[in-house]
């Protein structure tokens, strides 16, 4: 017995501890004053938002119009951009179609050149013919050149053909070329035209008095040309008439 009152005197007695009585607020208070000062600190943030140009001491109304001019400005570089990208567009252009002017022109005047120098050998030829007063009888050929082109393994060459004598008909046949050259696989012989180039229309010559004739080959890379044999061919029958060989190297 007396341990129990022991312990009610010391729970209910002047020696027991201390109790504090507190006001509690409800939830519902609580959540209003949460939602009021994140409205008074959204309030402060926007003011502080909208009045900084007063703060830094900067105009709001300056720096929008400063934008607008900027905004104005790159719009008019980006548009001087585009005509000048469009102007040396068509400068290109024009500088492409001047230099394919220039190289048509560079290559008419080449070809009359060409013809100037074959009709300055066709008067000598002419002038010496008549200075000797007859051109011998027959089928002869004069004037042989063969000159490199501008590529590699390309030459160019030219002869002139004559018949003297009565002339009753016209000389109608063909010119062959036989290019001899020596390589790696030692000496050969190169026949123009071709074989694969068949009919008499390859090589044709047909006239009374004289004809100049023109004509390219190649010869294959790593090969060097030696001489260049030229045959008179008649037609029909393709009898050689008259050869004549040109040595090179």
Do not use: C, H
């Amino acid at each position: 017995m007396r341990g129990i009152g022991r312990r009610l005197r010391s729970t209910f007695g002047i020696g027991s501890s201390r109790m504090a009585i507190r006001s509690q607020m409800a939830w519902y208070w609580r959540f209003l004053a949460n939602v009021l000062m994140m409205v008074a600190v959204a309030a402060v943030v926007w003011w502080l938002v909208e009045n900084s140009y007063r703060i830094t001491g900067s105009d709001i109304r300056e720096v929008r119009a400063r934008i607008e001019a900027l905004d104005s400005e790159n719009a008019t570089l980006r548009k001087d951009l585009q005509d000048a990208r469009t102007s040396l567009a068509e400068r290109d252009r024009q500088l492409q179609i001047e230099r394919a002017a220039q190289g048509e022109l560079a290559r008419s005047v080449r070809q009359l050149q060409e013809e100037n120098a074959g009709l300055r050998e066709d008067l000598a030829f002419l002038r010496k013919v008549m200075s000797t007063g007859a051109a011998p009888a027959g089928i002869a050929m004069s004037e042989l050149k063969v000159e490199p082109e501008g590529r590699p393994n390309q030459y160019r060459y030219r002869l002139m053909l004559t018949q003297g004598g009565q002339r009753k008909d016209d000389f109608r046949g063909k010119v062959q070329v036989l290019a001899r050259v020596s390589g790696p696989q030692g000496p050969s012989v190169l026949t123009f035209p071709e074989s694969s180039a068949v009919g008499e229309a390859a090589g044709a010559v047909d006239f009374k008095f004289y004809q100049r004739v023109e004509g390219r080959f190649s010869v294959p890379e790593g090969t060097t040309l030696k001489s260049v044999e030229f045959r008179i061919l008649a037609v029909p029958g393709g009898q050689v008439k008259l050869s004549r060989t040109l040595n090179i190297s």
